[in-house]
């Protein structure tokens, strides 16, 4: 593949809700331009984009790839985005990288929610997008009915540029707007230009009028020429629609059938002669408000947006040069982590398949391999000039699993194959909880996760278990005790003795442990009370019994008994520890439960059953707060055993609609009927053990 002048050069994502055909169009585009010999199936596992083993296994897409082909002296790169909100983190760092996102829309479903999620976030990014009506060949496929719904989400700016010609099966071309003319395809995808049946010319004209009124209203002299003349050149519509793309102010509508290779060329003529350049987009800002220009002579700055496990080459950094130019002879500057790293060349990927290249210029997408230091998100600059571009930041996981080895010994490679796998995902996150001594792992829903614990027993050689969570409890004394600590023996030679007497009471939430020495008289030598209080920490910490700390207490030392001899830091540590135990028994233990607070964001009509579901959690609501789009935040404060699966929960029961976050409240008691089962759960497992 030759090397391309950044105006020449389209950098596109293709989006939509998972079974669009994302997939297939990117095939699509990929054979009509010769970049590949044959139409692979997303059915028979052997697309150029899908080539993960997870992929073929799902039939769906988990990753972004690249696929860039050249049509009209352009080269466009093609990023195929998944659709399923699990891999929500892959399609925005594509998004984040590209100047034109294709929204493709099923003429069947018709406008789905992820393809909603994706347009609230190109509106975020203010990213240029075009819509790609697919599957008009199959049954009770409407473009009509499509393009209603589209309107009625997006408004006026979403403007036909081609027509459906025929419905159905009978579907076999599309008519142009602009030109008026029809094209229909035979089996093999070429199309043959004729005259537009006479059924369809008022709809077309209805179409064309609508078109030209949005255009002419772009520009003051276009609008006053259409005003005079009632007609605008087909120059005069290219650039306006180009005006209108770049503004992100038009979103032209182009219809198709991917799999039938119907629409395709137009859609990729659409692309090239309207679609946004490099050029058309602001300079890229750093984080400290510096600017970059599209420029080759520019000095370099690039940001790496994904990264992947090649089995031949090892780590791949496919990256988006925003100015200069990046060479395969040169070594380049990490501005992120402010190291060296050597550069082995430059390439781009087709799919899973290389093409070496000698430079990689501004605006367009490349790769690099064997990066020592590099991971998704950081900035590749001129060391001369560096400059930090803003970080890919990831969506933050939901759905905490559990997990250990299936084989004793392999936890180190567990380690390492999840290290491996995160700098590759960055929505993933690794915790390590002490206090529950799980290894919890983190994802965006079952799906997400699912796909991380089956690459890790295939690219990684480690098999794991999912192991039913545990939530970290705390627990707190029901009331007041007086209670006594005495840790006494003699086994010859010097024994330890240690006596000590506390008076211990609950304290309010989040007031934490007060310790304070009442001792007069000598009855403990100064030096050995720190040993008292390091004792009772100690037996907190172990849940004085419970197996759940201890937190908000007050604990006063009053009296106790030492030995000249026997007596020593040991003894009354232990006799501390013993002295809460014996306050535990007294006094009695009621287990606290996190407290997360909530906020969820669905659609005003499923605010009712989102009620409904948080109360029967246990739930406390807190408001309700409108938004715009006829959507609704519920706030609440919900105990987090109730809702560690949640992000799988609102997944149903709003049917992908309602997305939430959360973050820690506080503690609080539980009631007393389920703390008892949790605290039976948890003698019964200290027993097991």
Same mark, same amino acid.
């Given at each position: 593949?030759?090397?391309?002048?950044?105006?020449?050069?389209r950098?596109?994502?293709?989006?939509g809700?998972?079974?669009? !055909?994302?997939?297939?169009?990117?095939?699509?585009?990929?054979?009509?331009?010769?970049?590949?010999?044959?139409?692979?199936?997303?059915?028979?596992?052997?697309?150029?984009?899908?080539?993960?083993?997870?992929?073929?296994r799902?039939?769906?897409?988990?990753?972004?790839?690249?696929a860039?082909?050249?049509?009209?002296?352009?080269?466009?790169?093609?990023?195929d985005?998944?659709?399923?909100?699990?891999?929500?983190?892959?399609?925005?760092?594509?998004?984040?990288?590209?100047?034109?996102?294709?929204?493709?829309?099923?003429?069947?479903?018709?406008?789905?929610? /992820?393809?909603?999620?994706?347009?609230n976030?190109?509106?975020?990014?203010?990213?240029?997008?075009?819509?790609?009506?697919? =599957?008009?060949?199959?049954?009770?496929?409407?473009?009509r009915?499509?393009?209603?719904?589209?309107?009625?989400?997006?408004?006026?700016?979403?403007a036909? &540029?081609?027509?459906?010609?025929?419905?159905?099966?009978?579907?076999?071309?599309?008519?142009?707007?602009?030109?008026?003319?029809?094209?229909?395809?035979?089996?093999?995808?070429?199309?043959?230009?004729q005259?537009?049946?006479?059924?369809?010319?008022?709809?077309?004209?209805?179409?064309?009028?609508?078109?030209?009124?949005?255009?002419?209203?772009?520009?003051? #002299?276009?609008?006053?020429?259409?005003?005079?003349?009632?007609?605008?050149?087909r120059?005069?519509?290219i650039?306006?629609?180009?005006?209108?793309?770049?503004?992100?102010?038009?979103?032209?509508?182009?219809?198709? %059938?991917?799999?039938?290779?119907? !629409?395709?060329?137009r859609?990729?003529?659409?692309?090239?002669?309207?679609?946004?350049?490099?050029l058309?987009?602001?300079?890229?800002?750093?984080e400290?408000?510096?600017?970059?220009?599209?420029?080759?002579?520019?000095?370099?700055?690039?940001l790496?947006?994904?990264?992947?496990?090649?089995p031949?080459?090892?780590r791949?950094?496919?990256?988006?040069?925003?100015?200069?130019?990046?060479?395969?002879?040169?070594?380049?500057?990490n501005?992120?982590?402010k190291?060296?790293?050597?550069?082995?060349?430059?390439?781009?990927?087709?799919?899973?398949?290389?093409?070496?290249?000698?430079?990689?210029? %501004?605006?367009?997408?490349?790769?690099?391999?064997?990066?020592?230091?590099?991971?998704?998100?950081?900035?590749?600059?001129?060391?001369?000039?560096?400059?930090?571009?803003? !970080?890919?930041?990831?969506?933050?996981?939901?759905?905490?699993?559990?997990?250990?080895?299936?084989?004793?010994?392999?936890e180190?490679?567990?380690?390492?194959?999840?290290?491996?796998?995160?700098e590759?995902?960055?929505?993933?996150?690794?915790?390590?909880?002490?206090?529950?001594? /799980?290894?919890?792992?983190?994802?965006?829903?079952?799906?997400?996760?699912?796909?991380?614990?089956h690459?890790?027993?295939?690219?990684?050689h480690?098999e794991?278990?999912?192991?039913?969570?545990?939530? +970290?409890?705390?627990?707190? &004394?029901?009331?007041s005790?007086?209670a006594?600590?005495?840790?006494?023996?003699?086994?010859?030679? @010097?024994?330890?003795?240690?006596?000590?007497?506390?008076?211990?009471?609950?304290?309010?939430? *989040?007031e934490?442990?007060?310790?304070?020495?009442?001792?007069?008289?000598g009855?403990?030598?100064?030096?050995?009370?720190?040993?008292?209080?390091?004792?009772?920490?100690?037996?907190?910490?172990?849940g004085?019994?419970?197996?759940?700390?201890?937190?908000?207490?007050?604990?006063e030392?009053?009296?106790g008994?030492? @030995?000249?001899?026997?007596?020593?830091?040991?003894?009354?540590q232990?006799?501390?520890?013993l002295?809460? =135990?014996? +306050?535990?028994?007294?006094?009695?233990?009621?287990?606290?439960?996190?407290?997360?607070?909530?906020e969820?964001?669905?659609?005003e *009509?499923?605010? *009712?059953?989102?009620?409904?579901?948080?109360? =029967?959690r246990?739930?406390?609501?807190?408001?309700?707060?409108?938004?715009?789009?006829?959507?609704?935040?519920?706030k609440?404060?919900?105990?987090?055993?109730?809702?560690?699966?949640? +992000?799988?929960? &609102?997944?149903s029961?709003?049917?992908? /609609?309602?997305?939430?976050s959360?973050?820690?409240?506080?503690?609080q008691?539980?009631?007393?009927?389920?703390?008892?089962?949790?605290?039976?759960? +948890?003698?019964?497992?200290? #027993?097991?053990?």
């Amino acid at each position: 593949m030759k090397t391309y002048p950044t105006e020449n050069i389209r950098n596109i994502v293709l989006v939509g809700h998972g079974g669009a !055909g994302k997939t297939s169009l990117a095939e699509a585009l990929l054979f009509r331009t010769g970049a590949s010999t044959r139409m692979g199936k997303v059915t028979e596992g052997n697309t150029v984009t899908d080539f993960d083993d997870e992929e073929h296994r799902r039939g769906i897409s988990v990753s972004t790839a690249l696929a860039p082909v050249e049509w009209n002296d352009h080269k466009v790169n093609v990023l195929d985005a998944p659709g399923y909100a699990d891999f929500i983190g892959e399609l925005r760092s594509a998004m984040r990288v590209a100047d034109l996102a294709v929204f493709v829309v099923s003429g069947v479903e018709g406008l789905e929610v /992820q393809t909603q999620v994706a347009w609230n976030y190109a509106e975020e990014l203010e990213l240029p997008r075009i819509i790609f009506v697919n =599957k008009l060949d199959r049954e009770n496929s409407s473009f009509r009915r499509t393009l209603e719904q589209m309107r009625d989400a997006w408004g006026l700016g979403v403007a036909p &540029l081609s027509l459906p010609l025929g419905r159905e099966h009978d579907f076999r071309g599309v008519i142009s707007v602009i030109d008026e003319r029809a094209y229909e395809y035979d089996e093999a995808g070429k199309p043959s230009e004729q005259d537009v049946p006479a059924d369809r010319q008022e709809r077309l004209n209805e179409v064309r009028t609508n078109l030209f009124d949005s255009v002419a209203e772009t520009e003051d #002299a276009l609008l006053e020429r259409y005003l005079e003349t009632g007609e605008l050149s087909r120059d005069e519509i290219i650039r306006a629609l180009h005006d209108g793309l770049s503004s992100a102010s038009m979103f032209p509508v182009m219809v198709g %059938a991917a799999t039938k290779l119907i !629409g395709v060329d137009r859609m990729l003529d659409a692309i090239v002669s309207a679609g946004p350049s490099p050029l058309d987009r602001r300079p890229v800002e750093s984080e400290d408000g510096k600017t970059r220009e599209a420029k080759p002579d520019a000095p370099m700055s690039a940001l790496v947006f994904k990264t992947l496990s090649d089995p031949y080459v090892g780590r791949v950094s496919i990256f988006r040069a925003f100015s200069g130019t990046v060479r395969g002879d040169h070594s380049v500057y990490n501005a992120s982590k402010k190291t060296d790293e050597r550069v082995a060349g430059v390439f781009t990927m087709r799919g899973k398949n290389h093409e070496e290249l000698t430079e990689i210029r %501004a605006g367009d997408i490349g790769a690099m391999a064997k990066l020592t230091h590099t991971v998704t998100g950081d900035t590749l600059a001129d060391k001369n000039d560096p400059i930090v571009l803003p !970080g890919i930041e990831p969506p933050e996981p939901l759905l905490p699993k559990a997990i250990q080895v299936k084989t004793k010994g392999d936890e180190d490679k567990l380690m390492i194959g999840l290290q491996k796998i995160i700098e590759e995902d960055p929505s993933l996150r690794l915790e390590r909880n002490d206090e529950t001594h /799980q290894t919890i792992l983190w994802g965006m829903g079952d799906a997400h996760l699912d796909v991380v614990i089956h690459r890790l027993k295939d690219k990684h050689h480690v098999e794991v278990e999912e192991v039913p969570y545990k939530v +970290a409890y705390r627990s707190t &004394l029901r009331g007041s005790a007086d209670a006594l600590g005495r840790h006494v023996k003699q086994s010859g030679g @010097h024994g330890q003795y240690g006596i000590c007497n506390i008076r211990v009471e609950p304290l309010a939430r *989040g007031e934490g442990f007060v310790f304070e020495d009442k001792i007069f008289g000598g009855s403990i030598p100064n030096q050995l009370i720190p040993s008292v209080e390091k004792g009772v920490r100690a037996a907190m910490e172990q849940g004085g019994g419970t197996g759940f700390p201890m937190i908000d207490l007050k604990v006063e030392l009053y009296d106790g008994k030492y @030995h000249s001899v026997d007596s020593s830091d040991f003894a009354f540590q232990m006799a501390g520890s013993l002295a809460l =135990k014996d +306050a535990v028994e007294k006094a009695g233990v009621t287990v606290l439960e996190p407290i997360w607070e909530v906020e969820v964001l669905v659609p005003e *009509g499923f605010t *009712g059953d989102i009620m409904g579901d948080l109360q =029967k959690r246990r739930g406390i609501p807190e408001g309700i707060d409108t938004v715009g789009g006829a959507r609704q935040i519920v706030k609440a404060k919900v105990p987090f055993a109730e809702i560690t699966s949640y +992000a799988t929960d &609102l997944r149903s029961i709003t049917g992908g /609609q309602g997305t939430f976050s959360w973050s820690f409240s506080h503690y609080q008691e539980m009631p007393h009927d389920q703390a008892q089962k949790v605290l039976d759960a +948890a003698k019964k497992e200290e #027993a097991k053990a």
